[in-house]
T-cell receptor, first 114, second 115 residues
Framework: QKEVEQNSGPLSVPEGAIASLNCTYS??????FFWYRQYSGKSPELIMF????GDKEDGRFTAQLNKASQYVSLLIRDSQPSDSATYLC??????????????FGIGTKLQVIP | ETGVTQTPRHLVMGMTNKKSLKCEQH?????MYWYKQSAKKPLELMFV???????ENNSVPSRFSPECPNSSHLFLHLHTLQPEDSALYLC??????????????FGPGTRLTVL
């Protein structure tokens, strides 16, 4: 079964530390990978996307992709209490219907302790 | 209005009621989606529309009926729902559902409670 797996957490890190969020996926045909942040009671908002193996940096956020290991991660440097949220990993996979099907993980709840 | 909007934001309905959820996107996108988000479960894709044509019906019960009159508007018609249908219903849109670089943007959601 095609899946996206995440540890639901909570992951607790002290303020200023690096938070490391991990995601694995089962379908080797997956082509693009997204990280969304979802605050409690709110809708998901896009943080980053990555298509190629390696690292992609955007401010305090770094996405890492390893297609051979079917693994994608998100690093948050200098974590702030405002980063406390649930982080959703999403994976795009071509579908027989001619569109990219997005599969979401359950999300990892991050708590940044002041 | 900008982005993706949804109305109503909260809805309480009885099992015999008929109601509709509305989604509107102001991004010029060609694809629209309905998702269901329940506690402790991943987002579940319900329906996908590309250029007003339904391209995915993800084994959703017939008590949920989508409608996409144009590329900017998407509705979810609800009738004879069950209490287990209580959830956050999210609408999303994207530029091109067939592109690997396609990115979905979400509306604020409708919190649905079925009594």
């Amino acid at each position: 079964q095609k899946e996206v797996e995440q540890n639901s957490g909570p992951l607790s890190v002290p303020e200023g530390a690096i938070a490391s969020l991990n995601c694995t996926y089962s379908d080797r045909g997956s082509q693009s990978f997204f990280w969304y942040r979802q605050y409690s009671g709110k809708s998901p908002e896009l943080i980053m996307f990555i298509y190629s193996n390696g690292d992609k940096e955007d401010g305090r956020f770094t996405a890492q992709l390893n297609k051979a290991s079917q693994y994608v991660s998100l690093l948050i440097r200098d974590s702030q209490p405002s980063d406390s949220a649930t982080y959703l990993c999403a994976v795009n996979t071509p579908n027989s219907g001619g569109y990219q099907k997005v599969t979401f993980g359950i999300g990892t709840k991050l708590q940044v302790i002041p | 209005e900008t982005g993706v909007t949804q109305t109503p934001r909260h809805l309480v309905m009885g099992m015999t009621n008929k109601k509709s959820l509305k989604c509107e996107q102001h991004l010029g996108h060609n694809a629209m989606y309905w998702y269901k988000q329940s506690a402790k479960k991943p987002l579940e894709l319900m329906f996908v529309y590309s250029l007003e044509e339904r391209v995915e019906n993800n084994s959703v019960p017939s008590r949920f009926s989508p409608e996409c009159p144009n590329s900017s508007h998407l509705f979810l018609h609800l009738h004879t729902l069950q209490p287990e249908d209580s959830a956050l219903y999210l609408c999303a849109s994207s530029r091109d559902s067939g592109s690997r670089t396609d990115t979905q943007y979400f509306g604020p959601g409708t919190r649905l409670t079925v009594l």
